[in-house]
């Protein structure tokens, strides 16, 4: 089972490299914002593998107050650039 977990580490890892340059190189703001998103939830799920890995349960509800904390950022973000990107 450790072959799972460290397979899934790599792919999210790679995942994360590959956000981390659209965060860097993305064009709009939009696409920052959503590459950050992507990032954050990345992580979460990282998060989660750790939990899967070492049968800890006791950060689950760590890992879903952070992300509907990030979502709901990301879509009063979305909606702020949007307003912004109209009023220009």
Same mark, same amino acid.
């Given at each position: 089972?450790?072959?799972?977990?460290a397979?899934?580490?790599?792919?999210?890892c790679?995942?994360?490299?590959?956000?981390l340059?659209?965060?860097?190189?993305?064009p709009?703001?939009?696409?920052r914002?959503?590459? /950050?998103d $992507?990032? !954050?939830? @990345? &992580?979460?799920?990282a998060?989660a =593998?750790?939990? #899967?890995?070492?049968?800890?349960?006791?950060?689950i509800? /760590?890992l $879903?107050a !952070?992300? @509907? &904390?990030?979502f709901?950022g990301? =879509?009063t973000a #979305?909606?702020?650039?949007?307003r912004w990107?109209?009023h220009?």
């Amino acid at each position: 089972m450790s072959t799972v977990f460290a397979i899934t580490l790599a792919m999210l890892c790679v995942a994360g490299l590959l956000t981390l340059l659209r965060l860097l190189r993305g064009p709009s703001t939009l696409d920052r914002i959503a590459a /950050l998103d $992507v990032f !954050v939830v @990345l &992580i979460v799920a990282a998060a989660a =593998v750790y939990v #899967a890995i070492y049968r800890d349960s006791s950060n689950i509800p /760590l890992l $879903v107050a !952070v992300a @509907l &904390i990030i979502f709901v950022g990301s =879509v009063t973000a #979305a909606r702020l650039v949007e307003r912004w990107e109209r009023h220009r």
